[in-house]
Nanobody, 122 residues
Framework: QLQLVESGGGLVQPGGSLKLSCAVS????????IGWFRQAPGKEREGVSC??????NYADSVKGRFTISRDNVKNTVYLQMNSLKPEDTARYYC?????????????????WGQGTQVTVSS
């Protein structure tokens, strides 16, 4: 069974940092691209970052603050989030697509995790 499980969310003050993890089982990261998405109440789910065999992409809103990485041995993808802002508050999801190249378009992804909540507040 293909599964993605997010962890690492929590409450953090503005300017703080969090590191999210996406543990993947049932398939290898070698053949998939992994995307991070977020969704705040009342808003559309939006792409944050993605990583694939052929590249990495970031949304403009997180460039310079977030870093995506992957460990193919552990089958885990990470999202290091620095300089967090209140507008980063959302539930964060990871997703998988069978592609060597990555996209931050929601419809590109076939498999989704359950999400982990990130709240940035003073």
């Amino acid at each position: 069974q293909l599964q993605l499980v997010e962890s690492g969310g929590g409450l953090v003050q503005p300017g703080g940092s969090l590191k999210l993890s996406c543990a993947v089982s049932g398939f290898t990261l070698d053949y998939y691209s992994i995307g991070w998405f977020r969704q705040a109440p009342g808003k559309e789910r939006e792409g944050v970052s993605c990583i694939g065999r052929r590249g990495i992409n970031y949304a403009d809103s997180v460039k310079g603050r977030f870093t995506i990485s992957r460990d193919n041995v552990k089958n885990t993808v990470y999202l290091q989030m620095n300089s967090l802002k209140p507008e980063d508050t959302a539930r964060y999801y990871c997703a998988a697509a069978l592609s060597f190249s990555c996209s931050t378009v929601v419809s590109s992804y076939d498999y989704w995790g359950q999400g982990t909540q990130v709240t940035v507040s003073s």
